[in-house]
């Protein structure tokens, strides 16, 4: 059973590891570091990811800025508590990391699969440019009883037929994680600069749904 569930989230991304180490949490005696990993995307952008991982895993100190790697591992979410106020944070958690000796042989950077379920009404919406998006929360377990809510954002096609998913349906999906930087004001007239993560779909396939029993949707172009 727990294999099984490891295998409902599974993610692999590459690049270059972009600030320090941080000292995150620790259990059991062990403790967990966190960085940030600039991922390429297929333009001449990236994403700056996010990823967790456990001191006996590999030696902290070997992930200096600038060492390009591979990260194996989980999209995992995590309530945060500050000020009294609930926020979720999203991590890759590391369950294997390579380190690559030429940026050049990076293939695939960014890629993931989830299978999880609707967890809250997919909302549809078109941007002023006139692209149609439906933006999706789904729940995926992991061991102990836990789950990981992840955003997800599917686009066209695939996000006309996402729009009449509802709450408990079972999907899997793949595609990239992607950050997104936003701007928050704060009731003193300060704005923060705000980074978001979500998962870009471009396939997805429901397993069991009532109101959607056709099964596989067409795959759709990489955003």
């Given at each position: 059973m727990v294999g099984n569930i490891i295998e409902n989230n599974m993610v692999t991304i590459s690049g270059k590891v972009c600030s320090n180490m941080e000292f995150s949490h620790e259990v059991y005696g062990e403790g967990f570091y966190s960085f940030m990993l600039e991922v390429p995307r297929?333009?001449?952008?990236?994403?700056?990811?996010?990823?967790?991982?456990?001191?006996?895993?590999?030696?902290?100190?070997?992930?200096?800025?600038?060492?390009?790697?591979?990260?194996?591992?989980?999209?995992?979410?995590?309530?945060?508590?500050?000020?009294?106020?609930?926020?979720?944070?999203?991590?890759?958690?590391?369950?294997?990391?390579?380190?690559?000796?030429?940026?050049?042989?990076?293939?695939?950077?960014?890629?993931?699969?989830?299978?999880?379920?609707?967890?809250?009404?997919?909302?549809?919406?078109?941007?002023?440019?006139?692209?149609?998006?439906?933006?999706?929360?789904?729940?995926?377990?992991?061991?102990?009883?836990?789950?990981?809510?992840?955003?997800?954002?599917?686009?066209g096609r695939n996000a006309r037929y996402s729009e009449s998913l509802i709450i408990g349906d079972n999907i899997k999906i793949w595609g990239r994680i992607q950050s997104r930087e936003y701007q928050k004001k704060l009731e003193n007239g300060e704005v923060l600069t705000k980074t978001a993560y979500e998962v870009s779909i471009s396939k997805m396939e429901i397993v069991s749904s009532g109101s959607n029993p056709d099964g596989e949707q067409p795959e759709e172009e990489n955003i």
């Open positions: 297929l333009s001449d952008s990236s994403d700056k990811i996010s990823v967790t991982v456990s001191e006996r895993l590999v030696d902290k100190s070997k992930l200096e800025i600038g060492k390009v790697i591979e990260v194996e591992g989980q999209f995992r979410s995590y309530n945060s508590y500050n000020n009294e106020s609930n926020k979720l944070i999203l991590t890759v958690f590391a369950r294997e990391v390579n380190f690559i000796d030429d940026e050049k042989k990076i293939k695939n950077p960014n890629q993931i699969f989830l299978n999880g379920y609707i967890c809250k009404k997919p909302v549809y919406r078109t941007t002023p440019f006139g692209r149609e998006i439906t933006d999706m929360l789904i729940a995926v377990n992991r061991p102990y009883n836990k789950s990981d809510y992840i955003p997800c954002i599917a686009w």
